[in-house]
């Protein structure tokens, strides 16, 4: 078994050990590792996500990924695709035939992982090219299975049900599909059927052709109801994605000459040609009554939006549809698109939107409270027109590179600013949309989670006069939402301070702001740091290179430096820091503080109610003697307020662990110590851990056993 490798799930946030952790079933091709907590896969995370993933993997672990890749296409795949094989099978079956010197078949059934006849089954039915191919031509359709899974799945899925059997002791369904690979697809019908599915190539043309032939009026239907799309009259929707540009603060001076605050609206709203120019909104006041009762995330097909389409921001205000005339363009349509996507966002409390675009294929996300959640793009939504639409409406820049745009929205009397980051790598496009209401993300320091005595240290540390202040944080634990409320609590002072961002999501008054392209690069900080002398603190973007660590590291022997970074806890930071070849002593002489946090979910105060939890259960979970003794336990049953995405769930929490760069500390650092000796001098210096913090939430009726779970404290 490959060494441990802890790693958080891009999904829930869950931390658990991946090299143990089961391989997915998606395909052998791409397999990846199932979080044990939301038993998602990482098949469907941004490439960023991937990318650092495997930079980091063991070798081991790289191993059997490389053995599984040399599998794809077999008869092993398609038994995995069938459901009647594991992954983690596949990979005992393939080690199990190198040695041996024998055929995949002969090892899977030698080893007991399927019975001769199923392997059968599936490889009779496959082509030479290595797809289960169908012709539809030859026999007949029960087509009491296609009620049974129903003809509008059929239609909308383009799949059609053909044979019911019985495999030792196993209903096995044959499915013809014309997308094989579609997994939630064949989830979806085996929860429908409770039968194993075994999918099967089949044309299009052919399962429609079946289907007309099989249910004529249904399928009349299904095609007019395609054809007359949305309906005309629409209410106002919502927000559409953000990046670089800069929107005032409430009450600050207007933005700086080529900065401007975009707003999109229906083509009722939209100003002349001349004013197009200048900052746009999207006054989405009618949002809560469009999406009253918001689309499912489930895989239940999301009903049509009552938008009215937006033109893309280069468009002319006469190229808008009006009353009467022709249906609206592609561009259009998808700009309509992507304000339902908000709106729908917005009235889910989301913070996050991520939008993955492989090949044909969009994928939608929403990131609810911590976990992520997969939405239903509308059935004309196409990964061309969503990417030109976004590019278009946040004015990206053209070209290959990482980019970041911007947009402000109107909801009612709400000012929420959404960020829209672009990652592009080799055949796909990850779109990150950040979706921020100045009120909700902008803290004060004692709501972000630290004690009394902690608060006093931060405070004290952001009075010195040089220096170095870490924020660590694991991704999508607020770490941007503690740097900007930092800036807050700074802007109130008369100290000069300048923010080097990379984007900017919100504009700080009191507070001199430089923006940088993304990508965020040493030579554009340096630039900006020396563009404006006399910076007593500065804040630089996240430190993912070697350059800006050694600027922020170098920088703090004249001003002081809060730079934040990557970490899982407080004591790994200064080795996160050194993994880019900084000087060990000079991290140590500079290092003044450390912030560490995380955060859980709130457990919603309507539908909370003390649990019953035993000690056994407690100490199975690795809670020590002392720690459970006398822990009261809390959890949510579900309510109407907390809603059916999160239930028992509403909202998140901080956890704080602060850590001081004592002569001991940074005798460490220097030297070379491990994260765990600068945990445990930092624990006798007086540093409270986040477990401690954690289990004083769950204590207190806040968080939940859960949380603590998924946290690994």
């Known amino acids: 078994m490959p060494r441990e490798y802890p790693t958080q799930c891009w999904?829930?946030?869950?931390?658990?050990?991946?090299?143990?952790a089961i391989w997915c079933s998606c395909s052998a091709r791409s397999a990846s590792k199932l979080c044990p907590?939301?038993?998602?896969?990482?098949?469907?995370?941004?490439?960023?996500?991937?990318?650092?993933?495997?930079r980091g993997a063991p070798d081991e672990l790289k191993e059997e990924r490389d053995i599984l890749k040399g599998a794809a296409g077999s008869s092993g795949e398609a038994l995995i695709r069938s459901n009647l094989l594991s992954t983690d099978q596949l990979v005992s079956a393939l080690r199990w035939q190198q040695n041996r010197h024998t055929s995949l078949e002969d090892a899977l059934v030698e080893l007991g992982f399927v019975s001769r006849q199923n392997l059968e089954l599936v490889v009779n039915r496959q082509s030479p090219s290595g797809a289960a191919t169908l012709d539809l031509s030859k026999g007949l359709v029960d087509a009491s299975l296609v009620t049974t899974v129903s003809v509008e799945l059929c239609y909308r899925k383009k799949i059609l049900p053909i044979t019911r059997e019985e495999i030792g002791g196993m209903e096995v369904l044959t499915l013809a599909m014309a997308g094989p690979t579609d997994?939630?697809?064949?989830?979806?019908?085996?929860?429908?059927?409770?039968?194993?599915?075994?999918?099967?190539?089949?044309?299009?043309?052919?399962?429609?052709?079946?289907?007309?032939?099989?249910?004529?009026?249904?399928?009349?239907?299904?095609?007019?109801?395609?054809?007359?799309g949305p309906a005309p009259e629409a209410a106002t929707a919502a927000p559409v994605p953000p990046a670089a540009a800069k929107p005032p603060a409430p009450g600050a001076a207007t933005p700086a000459a080529g900065r401007r605050t975009r707003t999109v609206g229906p083509p009722a709203r939209r100003r002349s040609a001349g004013r197009a120019a200048a900052a746009r909104e999207i006054d989405a006041q009618a949002v809560d009554e469009a999406f009253a009762e918001p689309p499912p995330l489930a895989p239940a097909p999301a009903p049509a939006a009552a938008v009215a389409p937006i033109a893309p921001a280069a468009a002319s205000p006469q190229a808008a549809p009006t009353a009467g005339t022709a249906s609206p363009s592609p561009a259009e349509e998808s700009a309509g698109i992507l304000q339902a996507i908000l709106a729908e966002a917005i009235t889910k409390r989301t913070s996050l939107v991520q939008l993955e675009i492989r090949g044909a294929a969009p994928s939608l996300f929403l990131r609810i409270d911590g976990n992520l959640y997969r939405?239903?793009?509308?059935?004309?939504?196409?990964?061309?027109?969503?990417?030109?639409?976004?590019?278009?409406?946040?004015?990206?820049?053209?070209?290959?590179?990482?980019a970041a745009g911007r947009l402000a929205v109107k909801c009612g009397d709400r000012r929420i600013d959404v960020v829209v980051r672009r990652f592009p790598s080799a055949g796909a496009e990850s779109f990150i949309l950040k979706i921020i209401e100045r009120a909700e993300f902008v803290r004060p320091l004692a709501?972000?989670?630290p004690s009394a005595h902690d608060l006093e240290r931060l405070r004290q540390a952001l009075s010195l006069p040089h220096g170095l202040v870490v924020l660590s944080a694991p991704p999508h634990n607020g770490l941007e939402t503690t740097r900007y409320s930092l800036m807050a609590h700074l802007a109130e002072g008369r100290r000069r301070v300048l923010s080097i961002d990379a984007?900017?999501?919100?504009?700080?008054?009191?507070?001199?702001?430089e923006e940088i392209p993304v990508p965020a690069d040493a030579a554009g900080c340096r630039k900006a740091l020396a563009g404006i002398p006399g910076t007593e603190i500065v804040f630089l973007p996240e430190i993912q290179d070697a350059e800006l660590a050694a600027l922020a590291v170098e920088a703090a022997s004249s001003c002081l430096v809060v730079a934040s970074i990557q970490a899982r806890r407080a004591s790994q930071s200064p080795a996160a820091i050194l993994w880019h070849r900084v000087d060990p002593a000079t991290l140590a002489g500079g290092l003044r503080l450390i912030v560490n946090q995380r955060l859980v979910r709130r457990l919603c105060e309507t539908c909370r109610k003390p649990a019953q939890v035993t000690d056994r259960v407690l100490k199975m979970m690795g809670l020590t003697s002392d720690e459970a003794l006398d822990l009261k336990v809390c959890q949510g049953a579900g309510c109407e307020r907390c809603g059916p995405l999160s239930p028992g769930y509403s909202g998140r929490v901080g956890l704080c662990e602060v850590l001081e760069g004592t002569p001991e500390i940074a005798a460490l650092v220097s030297s070379g110590g491990s994260p765990g000796e600068i945990e445990r001098e930092a624990r006798r210096a007086g540093m409270s851990p986040l477990r401690a913090a954690c289990l004083a939430r769950v204590g207190q009726g806040i968080t939940s056993l859960e949380e603590f779970q998924k946290g690994n404290f």
């Open 11 to 20: 999904s829930c946030l869950g931390e658990f050990d991946a090299a143990s």
């Open 503 to 513: 984007p900017q999501l919100l504009a700080i008054e009191g507070i001199r702001q």
């Open 447 to 449: 709501d972000l989670g």
């Open 183 to 228: 997994v939630e697809t064949i989830d979806q019908v085996q929860s429908l059927t409770n039968c194993r599915v075994i999918p099967m190539n089949a044309s299009e043309q052919d399962i429609l052709q079946h289907l007309q032939d099989l249910f004529p009026r249904e399928f009349a239907a299904l095609r007019a109801g395609e054809s007359a």
């Open 37 to 54: 907590f939301c038993f998602r896969c990482f098949c469907q995370s941004d490439a960023q996500y991937l990318e650092n993933f495997w």
């Open 375 to 402: 939405a239903k793009l509308p059935s004309q939504a196409t990964a061309a027109g969503l990417s030109r639409a976004l590019n278009s409406v946040a004015s990206l820049p053209g070209g290959e590179r990482p």
